[in-house]
């Protein structure tokens, strides 16, 4: 049987820290990324012309927000400060991926990537400033002063979109190892492996961080700051420390948006202030304080509405703006049932079946 | 007096005008975070729909017409008649009232002794979910509201205006409109109804019972849910109103909504539990956004007035996080 264990004998504090505690779970875990590394990309690969849609609605979009969803819910959900402003953390990321893209033509597109998460921590850190002085929705205002300067900024300045007449940054064509994964010519099953790749990289030091020595201050923080201060945590390196690695997160995911997802971006409305609440969004559905609960936050806000517009558009057959509403409506809804029935989101669920499953048939 | 000196004197009176408009919406915020801790980020949605359901009462619209002609393949949109405004207006507060009542029976009983964080992300999704719902009744067109309040710029005052300037300099005279006007003489009929009110009614001192201490005021007798019902009930009330105005203004629409954040900046400065830091704060962002956008917008690339309430927020939370007349934040362990 899945999710079975013959007892509790963990002995050592590694053990008691493991993600994967039992053995099919494992096993689970590695049969997965089996089919995502090597079954999905050879089923895309086969087939090109229904790839398209798929990697282009449905997978990217979930890779690509799962890297923003694990970035904001380690500000958020470990640290607790929340945050407004990752729309304007995504623009950061995505401009800084354009200028190294324009700039250095022959520097590879992952160090592009992952220079562009760096350059979005920095920004990250300037804003993370107040939140030393000020928390819980205070900060909220203070990172919305992030969102709208930030994508004003782009707007205004044309040297970060070389001075194109129309304001928009194009993601010119970049190769690994000869095979095409920005731009047009770019094949799909190419774009998703790296993004996947990406992902995973990035989601396993991210439950190595969070587990850690720094996970574990930011956590203390969240919990209560004062206690937590006068236990030895720095405030000051805690919190710089989570708005920087977060806004490295969602930087890198800002740049994944842009040069492997959208191929083009124009900054008022790819990084909106929709698109910060879309991620707040994904981290309260998934679970704050879970990386799990990234993934399925992401997947959910990806998927749902994809969902919505089959079963109610093609389905039923009403009008599109009928079901834009009603899917507006329906994830504000489901935000107040998640924040009254369950506060630690999806993740919890799953937490909770897994404790289930251990018991049953036969529960005390 | 120097065509400049005018020019400054118009952008600040305008900025005034626009000021009180920020107030508006600023004033419901702060309502329910006193009675409540409630920080009410759905305030600016709430206003848009209550503009919503003020236009769609007063035309005669069906209700979830697009809804029930999907569904049943029907073409209805219009009852056929017009409401007069005072009934409209009168129909809209039930509405809001009903809304009030209905929240506080699904949301908020369930959510007390909550962070105030969680909290506000509830708010967040109430915002989302009202804007699909008066969406979905309806109807997301951008819609003109007309209650009868006269708009437009005012003749005499450009007249008068136009006298002040130098010989000879080619001055026109000032730009006010008289919608603006309105706005902030019934935003002051409004700030002294709501301080008579809590002043000097017996629910006016519950709500500030509740305010100042959630035990205290339960341990006399004072029912916590009613209030809450009542504290909803005015700043649907409040919203109302802020609908009303910026309905009038610019069309009722989508970009109605955001004016809640715009209201933001405004309560930091204000304070989140002064009702008067609530207008001052109003007045302090209208007036310094529109002399930034004249003064420091042309050196930057202009269009500041975006982010300039924030920045100035932002600064301001560095040095006074309370706010102007706010309370100040004391942590107990």
Known sequence: ?364 | MSPEFLYFIETVINGLMSGVMYSLVALGFVLIFKASGIFNFAQGVMALFAALTLVGLQTGQVPFAHLINAIFGTEIHHFGWELPAAVAIAGTLVVMVAFAWIFEKLVLKHLVNQEPIILFMATIGLAYFLEGFGDLMWGSDVKTLNVGIPSGGSFWWEDVTKTWAAEGSDYFGMYIDVLDVYAAVIAVILVIALTAFSQYTRTGRALRAVADDHQAAQSVGISLRSIWVIVWSIAGFVALVAGIMWGSKSGVQFSLSLIALKALPVLILGGFTSIPGAIIGGLIIGVGEKLAELYIGPLVGGAIENWFAYVVALVFLLFRPQGLFGEKIIERV
């Open chain 1, 1 to 364: 049987m899945l999710y079975r264990e013959a007892g509790d004998f963990k002995s050592t504090y590694a053990a008691d820290q493991q993600t994967f505690p039992i053995r099919s779970e494992r096993m689970l875990f590695w049969m997965a990324m089996a089919v995502a590394f090597i079954a999905m990309p050879l089923l895309l690969g086969a087939y090109p012309e229904g790839s398209t849609y798929w990697v282009k609605a449905i997978l990217l979009p979930f890779l690509v927000w799962s890297m923003i969803a694990l970035g904001l819910n380690i500000l958020t959900g470990y640290c607790g400060q929340v945050s407004l402003g990752t729309g304007g953390f995504m623009a950061v990321g995505a401009f800084a991926c354009y200028k190294l893209m324009t700039a250095f033509p022959d520097l590879n597109i992952v160090i592009c990537i992952v220079l562009s998460g760096a350059v979005t921590a920095g920004v990250g850190v300037l804003f993370g400033l107040p939140s030393l002085r000020i928390k819980g929705f205070y900060l909220a205002v203070a990172t919305l002063a992030a969102q709208f300067f930030l994508v004003w900024m782009f707007n205004k300045f044309a040297w970060f979109y070389n001075y194109s007449a129309s304001g928009q940054i194009t993601a010119p064509e970049r190769t690994i190892l000869g095979i095409a994964v920005t731009g047009p010519n770019s094949a799909p099953w190419a774009t998703y492996l790296l993004a996947l790749t990406l992902l995973f990289a990035f989601a396993w030091v991210a439950r190595n961080l969070t587990r850690g020595r720094i996970g574990r201050s930011w956590m203390a923080m969240r919990d209560m700051d004062i206690a937590a201060e006068i236990m030895g945590v720095s405030p000051l390196q805690a919190k710089l420390s989570a708005f920087a690695v977060s806004s490295f997160y969602i930087g890198m995911g800002g740049a994944m948006f842009f040069s492997i997802y959208l191929g083009a971006a124009e900054v008022t409305e790819a990084f909106g202030i929709d698109k910060s609440f879309d991620a707040l969004f994904m981290v309260i559905i998934g679970g704050l304080g879970s990386i799990l609960g990234a993934f399925l936050g992401a997947g959910f806000i990806v998927l749902f509405p994809i969902f919505l517009t089959v079963v109610m558009r093609d389905g039923l057959g009403w009008p599109t703006a009928t079901v834009e509403h009603f899917q507006i409506m329906i994830v504000g809804g489901l935000i107040i049932f998640l924040l009254i029935v369950e506060p630690h989101g999806l993740a919890q669920l799953w937490r909770l079946t897994k404790e289930k499953l251990r018991l049953w048939p036969f529960p005390y």
